[in-house]
């Protein structure tokens, strides 16, 4: 098991009108991500809401704040149970057998334009061996022909602006990976969390996007930027494409701080504690299944 101890904290000046936040920083509940210690601090007096998905099983946290700085500190314990499985056993899903939720994730997106990339997914893998291999061989391509380089792209990129301009942060890579996916329909989304692992040469650590595919009867693990180590991946969120999944949406006059992030594992060999690593195996942290509304 890995047990990854997380702390966020935020800090954002709010104009004379105040702002309404919506947060997604809180890890979401699943059977293979348990949760223990959480907290949240916030240095104002306001009435948070905090609610979760039924079927993503997201947690959102909604709140009103008062001009002034408003900070928020969330931090929580969580013990990842990952399930793992050989590459060459696990098929893709003929379309006509999808369970219904997995459905929306083949369809075309804001910033992952499936429709504008067939021609090009159809002639780089739509001979290609179905199952794993092949969604591998994708996530490969995208890694190959797109450049990690900060502070090269903004909120408006696309899979397809990614795809031109050959450069990106973390949630290019998974876009670009997404729309190809979902372009030989498989099902794929946009998956957020913390990038345990990665380079310090990269900057400090930071949240992380990442993609899962639907595969057999779950949802695998794919890191198409390659900078986080996959097995140290706590999810935030998973949606569509990075619009629905981000770390703060806020109406009103706002300036934020960079957010800091801290992640790191906990190893201790008499409660079978072991440090993330990379493997060959295929991993999956969730089953497709649904979660409780309670958060």
Not at 76 to 81: G, H, K
Not at 82 to 95: G, K, L, M, N, T
Not at 163 to 182: N, P, Q, S, T, Y
């Amino acid at each position: 098991m890995i047990r990854i101890q997380l702390q966020v904290d935020l800090r954002y000046e709010i104009d004379a009108y105040g702002a309404d936040f919506i947060f997604n920083v809180h890890c979401a509940q699943t059977p293979s991500q348990a949760l223990s210690g959480e907290r949240l601090m916030l240095s104002q007096q306001c009435s948070p809401l905090l609610h979760a998905d039924p079927v993503t099983g997201n947690r959102y946290l909604r709140l009103r704040a008062a001009p002034g700085e408003l900070m928020l500190t969330y931090s929580a314990t969580v013990d990842l149970t990952h399930y793992r499985a050989d590459p060459s056993q696990i098929p893709e899903v003929p379309v006509c057998k999808l369970p219904p939720e997995v459905i929306g994730y083949l369809y075309p997106s804001r910033y992952c334009q499936s429709d504008r990339l067939g021609k090009l997914a159809i002639a780089e893998f739509g001979t290609l061996q179905q199952g794993y291999r092949r969604v591998q061989a994708i996530r490969d391509w995208v890694h190959q022909r797109v450049t990690f380089t900060s502070n090269t792209t903004n909120a408006n990129t696309s899979a397809v602006d990614t795809l031109i301009e050959r450069v990106g942060v973390c949630r290019d890579f998974a876009h670009l990976m997404i729309a190809l996916c979902r372009a030989v329909s498989i099902p794929a989304r946009f998956a957020t969390g913390t990038d345990y692992g990665a380079d310090p040469a990269l900057g400090p650590p930071d949240f992380h996007a990442y993609v899962e595919v639907y595969l057999g009867d779950r949802w695998y693990l794919f890191d198409p930027s390659g900078t986080a180590i996959p097995m140290g991946l706590v999810r935030l969120g998973t949606g569509r494409d990075a619009a629905d999944v981000a770390f703060a949406t806020i109406f009103g006059g706002v300036r934020s701080q960079a957010p800091m992030i801290q992640a790191w594992a906990v190893e201790d060999s008499s409660r079978d504690l072991v440090l993330p690593q990379d493997t060959p195996d295929a991993l999956s942290t969730d089953d497709g299944r649904r979660y409780p509304a309670s958060a």
